[in-house]
């Protein structure tokens, strides 16, 4: 009797029906009130005790059966009731619109990539920094006039911190931790209340390179340079200037000759073809000292360079402003860099 019913009621009955209300009939018609189970669990007294137990079995296999066709039928209507709905899975996904590097990243990654290939790697130090770092141990005393150079925002209730006025104090973190042979690279923030960064909320990016080992001369420094501005402006040709930084001794501004081939170039070049690009210096014996690091052994160069004016250069931009204005229209023209 069991094997009818159920092969009726799995076989013969509806199957995959694409209606709801004919599921739900057949549901009525086995599993409700009056339905086929209960039918069947009303005569349960009338069995013979010994067959109680086979009975009841049945009944429940029955019902587990009858319960299955059903949740399959149902999930066979909601999946044809989406694919109705014009639900394509085969379809391309809806486009992303994907970010983009900041140019002043793109620009300092590029920086950074030209000096991994001749061994330097990526330093880092905070931006809250002790008069120590800043300028004590960079040969500027309390008093000493340089300090002048960079007007610098002190932290009012801690007299001995400011925020860093160039990245020039991450040599020294690193000189304290570490022995030569030292190549580093130190990109990063820095803070200054001058005109031309008061325009730019005060806050610009720098990088600083520090080379030191046995031997390193002032002739290493130039041909480092030069390998630098050609690998990234593909132009070789630099002049160094004298200069003075209380932290090297000697000290030159670098010029790179940019050419006069266009208006442009006469524009951003004064009429000159020249561009500066860079300070730089063999590092101050006293320097040396301070960080424990013995003069007379070891020697070596550092160079400092403002990231918001190469990315000028190379772009063409004439304002600073841009930078950090936020403005999609500007960060999507470099979309394609990295
Ligand atoms: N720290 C200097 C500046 O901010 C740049 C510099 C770095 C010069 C390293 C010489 C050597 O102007």
Redesign the pocket.
Known sequence: MFENIKKYALEVEIFASSKPEEIEQFRIKYLGKKGILNDLFAKFKEVPNEQKKEFGQQINNLKQSVTQKIEAMKESVSSQISSDSGLDLTRSGIPLNLGSRHPINVVRNKIINIFKKIGFSVADGPEIEDDWHNFTALNMSEFHPARD??DTFFIEKHPDKVLR????SVQIRYMEEHRPPIRILAPGR?YRNEDISARSHCMFH?I?GLYIDTQVSFADLKHTLQYFTSELFGKSEIRMRPSY?P??EP?AEVDVYWGLETETDYRITKGTGWLEI????MVDPNVLTNVNIDPEKYSGF???MGIERIVMLMHQIGDIRVFTENDIRMLQQFSNEF
Not at 165 to 168: F, Y
Not at 278 to 281: D, E, R
């Open positions: 150079m960079q006025t160039h990245t020039s820095v720098q600083e930084f932290f090297t000290s860079l300070g730089c210096g550092a160079f400092g």
